[in-house]
């Protein structure tokens, strides 16, 4: 869940999201699902001329599986609170390991 | 075995009539046809049949009188062939013809048959066609049982079976034929009459016993129109003949004649017609039982053809028709069922009586329901696709997902675990301005504000349906709460562990997509790793070290982390009002608070002996050589107390020298007074200290008293290589702070009076200082940054800012010591600047006018 709510965070801020067949799609986030899909609103490919049946798309909605990176808004990340909310999710899993 | 000699035995148990097919009977084209072939079929077909016999009358054996018939003269050769030999030829031809000619009818028969057995009680309604088919059933039924009985009247038999044996002997025209076979097809019901009152008694009951409306869907001959008169006229017919029956003792004598007739020619149709449309109907008229015959044709009628129910409708009662006259001002009604009936009953002569005002109320009120109705007929056009199943299946699944989506974890542990689960959200949401929610509202809220929606939907829908809305309301919660009761059992068996398996399967759902194998970490190891850790630390292995220090960095976090968890948790402070046991809750929470600290106090290892072994000397300085922790320092500043804060600056100055960001950037020969960049790794971290712990070091002595600003100060001379740290950024800027501190204490305390001065202090300040000064001063020239010779980028503020600081304690000799060791550096500032862009010269300057100005002096003296 860590990175389910961290996507959360960063909706409405732009975002280029890099697919596995190497599109690289930039746009505003609109919103995440626990799988991780992803809408993007407003967006443009990076390589337009390369991809040019995208031009025309305005929106779109990505399986969270054929994601590879998503390139972030540094400015909209806490990478202290990132850090301890990766601490707490790494006691959970950690705690619920043992727990059984 | 009857008492009266009646065959008793049902149809049934006589088995049916294969020759009276019913309405699941398998057609049997040719049943008819078989039961003729024996008498005129093959008659027809037999060449020795249509031969004309004149053959016979020729005698071959006489050949004694040729003499007298040919002559006695040799036979010549002129043989005659256009007289006899012609006439032959053209008789043959005729034959041809006629033979051709006969064929079509006994092929027509058949055909005849074959529609027989489709008898769907409608034929009648037909075209004439299939008229015929009638005539052959009525022979079926009847002809067989006249042939069998014996008893027969003789004429009768004669009359049938004599004409057919002569038709078999002599030739009968094709006129005669085709007459023969219209008039059969137009008194199948004369045939059957007969057949009907000449049964014998084994085969009466049948006919007799049938009631009328019985026999009639089987034997649809009975009202089986005649060609020549339409659907109206068939009503009379058909009940006529039936009514034959009871009556037949009177037309008994028409009826052997019809029998004939049914073999012979015109003259019984020309007989039967008006005997049939005209002569019955007043022979009937008069008799007793007309009228009550007459009721069951129409009966029968109805039974036979529901669509001509209009008649007797329309004879109803008139309430229907007032009924439909009241709706129709109501303006056109789709829905006039039940509902719209039931008052209208009544209305018609009520709407007269009523007021202007109430009919108008009246009228409004039909339309709105007439409009009502309209609405519900629009909206029962897609009724019936969802069963009340399928909707109810669709709603669990949707609630289904809710719950799993949101309710679990929550129902389980409560809004402290949706902060586990979503802590970065909910901290980021709380830090940046809440975007949608409140961040500590408990998630489980959305479930119930989704199921309350749900819920809410049908209640609207109740209002209108008040019945059916309130069942469906009910069931909808139960499905919500067995939905949800679901959702909470779901969780229970999330794994799935195989009886000797290492690992265990975990289901995954909407929360957790796939933890698919989950194996359990066995508690030994922990601690196994946690003893083994000290190997490697005394194995000076650098790594291992590392490894252990970012250990105990992560253990500091997570015991920072409990503390702030359990700051959250703080129970209202108490007062003189509050109950004892939220006292004792607070007593509580402060002890747990104590432990905390105590265990957060543990892990930061300030008190901790230094390890003499370990690289970096003491697991406090070690903790702070790397990034992490020196992030963590403001963190554990704000939970721990002035005793402790005091303990960790004291510590930061003892070790001040094996503090990374001392050691590394102070250049590795003391004696070497060349000016050397730290690596870039180490400038990083100098910057970080700078941000991160310097803050909350600045923080804590701007409110310490001289005291221990002079013990700091004396711990440092004292422990620490003060030439060496003069060099460094951070040893500058701890100095830095020491020095501006006891100078602001000192104006502070002339400010106020003299009288609280502790003049033991000062004199310790001051000796302090001036040993400070002394060791400074040799190291002065050398403690600005080699990037002074990259103007641009010159970070030499701190140093600026230290010498400042110490010009202002400085007495007048101290002060021009000081102008002369740094005024190369001063002048050499200057002069850069005005070689570089006025925004970073002005900047520059500013920092060189720190020290300055602390001197009484301005840049702008010089520049001039």
Not at chain 2, 233 to 239: E, I, K, L, V
Not at chain 2, 616 to 623: E, L, R, T, V, Y
Request: include cysteine; charge should be neutral.
């Amino acid at each position: 869940m860590l990175f389910f709510s961290f996507f959360k965070t960063l909706v409405d801020h732009e975002v280029t999201v890099e697919l596995k067949n190497d599109i690289s799609i930039r746009g505003t986030l609109k919103s995440v699902d626990q799988f991780l899909n992803i809408k993007l609103d407003n967006i443009n490919v990076v390589e337009e001329m390369k991809y040019p049946h995208l031009s025309s798309v305005k929106n779109v909605f990505i399986r969270g599986s054929v994601v590879r990176y998503v390139h972030l808004p540094s400015g909209a990340v806490d990478t202290a609170l990132l850090e301890d909310a990766t601490r707490r999710e790494a006691t959970q899993a950690s705690a619920r390991a043992k727990q059984g | 075995m009857s008492f009266f000699g009646f065959d008793t035995s049902l149809p049934k148990d006589r088995g049916h009539n294969p020759k009276a097919p019913g309405f699941s009977l398998a057609p049997d084209p040719f049943a008819g046809l078989s039961s003729r072939t024996g008498g005129g079929e093959k008659e027809v077909l037999d060449f020795e049949d249509t031969y004309d016999g004149l053959g016979d009358q020729l005698d071959e054996t006489g050949d004694a009188f040729n003499d007298d018939t040919f002559g006695e003269e040799p036979v010549g050769k002129d043989f005659d062939f256009s007289g006899q030999t012609s006439k032959i030829s053209g008789t043959m031809q005729e034959e041809q013809a006629f033979f051709d000619a006969r064929q079509p009818p006994p092929k027509m028969s058949p055909q005849k048959l074959a529609a027989k057995p489709v008898r769907s009680g409608y034929e009648g309604y037909k075209q004439a066609d299939y008229i015929p088919s009638l005539e052959v059933n009525a022979s079926l039924w009847g002809m067989p049982s006249k042939a069998k009985s014996p008893d027969l009247s003789a004429s009768h038999r004669q009359q049938s079976s004599g004409p057919s044996v002569q038709i078999g002997r002599k030739m009968m025209s094709l006129e005669e034929v085709e007459a023969a076979m219209r008039s059969q097809s137009q008194k199948p019901a004369a045939v059957q009459q007969s057949a009907a009152q000449h049964l014998p008694p084994p085969s009466q009951p049948i006919s007799q016993a049938f009631p009328q409306g019985l026999s009639l869907p089987g034997y649809p001959t009975f009202s089986a129109p005649s060609p020549q008169v339409d659907t109206t006229q068939q009503r009379a017919s058909g009940g006529p003949q039936m009514l034959q029956r009871p009556t037949k003792a009177s037309d008994q004598q028409v009826l052997p004649h019809n029998g004939a007739q049914g073999v012979q020619a015109q003259t019984p149709q020309i007989l039967q017609r008006p005997s049939q449309s005209q002569a019955q109907p007043p022979t009937l008229t008069p008799g007793p039982q007309a009228s009550s015959n007459r009721a069951s044709p129409q009966s029968i009628q109805i039974l036979q053809n529901p669509n001509r129910v209009p008649g007797p409708a329309a004879v109803q009662p008139p309430q229907v028709a007032e009924g439909v006259g009241g709706m129709a001002p109501t303006g056109p009604t789709h829905g006039r069922g039940l509902s719209g009936q039931v008052p209208i009953v009544t209305r018609p002569e009520q709407l007269l009586g009523l007021s202007e005002d109430e009919r108008a109320a009246f009228l409004l009120e039909d339309a709105r329901r007439a409009k009502r109705n309209h609405k519900i007929y629009l909206l029962s056009k897609d009724n019936g696709l969802m069963t009340p199943q399928d909707k109810n299946f669709i709603t669990r699944i949707q609630l289904q997902q809710l719950v799993t989506a949101t309710g679990n974890v929550i129902d389980e542990h409560g809004p402290e675990a949706a902060l586990n689960e979503d802590f970065y959200y909910q901290v980021h949401a709380q830090i940046r301005g809440p975007p949608r929610q409140n961040p500590h509202q408990p998630l489980s809220q959305f479930a119930q504000t989704y199921l309350f929606q749900t819920g809410g939907r049908p209640g609207n829908a109740n209002r209108r349906h008040p019945r059916g809305g309130e069942n469906h309301v009910q069931r909808m919660e139960q499905q919500v709460q067995r939905a949800v009761e679901a959702a909470k059992l779901k969780p229970k068996n999330k794994q799935l562990v195989i009886e000797g398996s290492l690992g265990k399967i975990s289901f995954s759902n909407a929360k957790t997509p796939k933890p698919l194998l989950n194996i359990k970490r066995p508690e030994s190891r922990d601690l196994r790793s946690q003893s083994g850790t000290h190997v490697p630390t005394r194995s000076n292995d650098s790594v291992a070290t590392r490894r252990q220090t970012l250990k105990d960095i992560e253990r500091l976090y997570m015991t920072l982390m409990a503390m702030e968890d359990h700051e959250r948790r703080m129970p209202p402070p108490p007062n003189e009002e509050t109950p004892a046991d939220l006292i004792q809750e607070h007593i509580e929470w402060r002890q747990k608070m104590q432990e905390l600290n105590q265990s957060l106090w543990n892990d930061l290892k300030v008190m901790e002996p230094i390890d003499p072994n370990s690289p970096i000397g003491h697991p406090f300085m070690a903790i702070l050589s790397l990034p992490k922790g020196k992030k963590v320092i403001p963190r554990v500043f704000r939970h721990i107390d002035d005793q402790q804060r005091i303990t960790i600056l004291t510590m930061i100055c003892l070790y001040l020298d094996q503090l990374d960001v001392v050691r590394l950037a102070a250049p590795a020969d003391p004696n070497d007074t060349t000016a050397t960049l730290p690596p870039p790794a180490v400038r990083d971290s100098v910057e970080l200290f700078s941000q991160a712990v310097m803050p909350s070091l600045f923080g804590y002595v701007n409110d310490a008293p001289l005291q221990i600003v002079v013990g700091l100060l004396g711990l440092l001379l004292d422990r620490v290589n003060t030439a060496l740290i003069l060099r460094t950024k951070v040893g500058l800027a701890i100095l830095t702070m020491l020095v501006s501190r006891a100078e602001l204490i000192k104006q502070a305390t002339s400010a106020q009076s003299t009288q609280g001065i502790n003049e033991r202090e000062w004199q310790q300040w001051n000796a302090l200082y001036n040993q400070l000064f002394d060791k400074a001063e040799p190291v002065l020239p050398y403690i600005f940054p080699p990037s002074t010779n990259h103007p641009s980028d010159a970070d030499d503020v701190h140093v600026w800012q230290f010498l400042a600081a110490m010009a202002v304690g400085a007495n007048e000799d101290q002060q021009r010591r000081l102008v002369v060791a740094v005024k190369d550096c001063v002048n050499d500032t200057v002069e850069q600047s005005k070689a570089l862009p006025p925004e970073i010269a002005g900047r520059r300057l500013g920092n060189v006018n720190l020290f300055m100005r602390a001197i009484g002096l301005d840049v702008d003296l010089l520049q001039r």
